[in-house]
């Protein structure tokens, strides 16, 4: 099975590599430090889970890039989860980071191993979800062999009729 994909996006050199170095063993890492690589590097490697700066260049007084960002990541790659990682101590950005659609927010300076359990437990919940998903897509219904439709066990009455006793014929391919 293939690692869970994290993608780092901070323009501060000393952050990236302390996540990187912090999560690499047990995730598939990649790195962006700005709003191009940041947008190339979602769409091709499309992450299960973004940890995001909002102050990157060009605009590091303010949090546009990252929030540009954010949306960019929600909107083409919905199932990946974002969680901001800024030093902005307001409530307001908070609130404007959860309503693009931020999975949860971190304040900077970072609690590495609150942050470690948080992509854990994400990742493990989508892989779970997805193959979860993957599972219901392969489940078809079915007739056990050697027995009448459940249409047919009850006479030829029609599917609005069948007791609930003979839709226990109905079995599952997987």
């Not at 994909?5 to 598939?28: N, P, S």
Request: contains cysteine; hydrophobic residues 45%.
């Amino acid at each position: 099975m293939t690692k869970p994909k994290v993608l780092i996006i901070d323009d501060d050199v000393a952050i990236t590599q302390q996540l990187f170095w912090t999560l690499c063993d047990e995730f598939e890492v990649m790195t962006a430090n700005g709003l191009a690589s940041a947008i190339r590097r979602a769409t091709i490697y499309e992450p299960d889970v973004a940890i995001l700066d909002l102050h990157l260049p060009p605009t590091l007084d303010a949090p546009d890039t990252g929030l540009r960002i954010l949306d960019y990541v929600k909107s083409h790659l919905p199932a990946s989860k974002v969680f901001v990682a800024s030093s902005d101590p307001s409530g307001e950005m908070r609130r404007e980071c959860i309503r693009r659609g931020a999975d949860g927010f971190f304040d900077k300076p970072l609690d590495v191993e609150r942050l470690l359990a948080t992509v854990r437990r994400t990742a493990v919940a989508r892989r779970l979800a997805a193959a979860w998903t993957a599972a219901a897509g392969v489940l078809t219904p079915r007739i056990h062999p050697g027995r009448r439709p459940a249409a047919a066990a009850v006479g030829n009455q029609g599917a609005s009729s069948v007791r609930p006793a003979s839709r226990a014929l109905m079995l599952f391919d997987l």
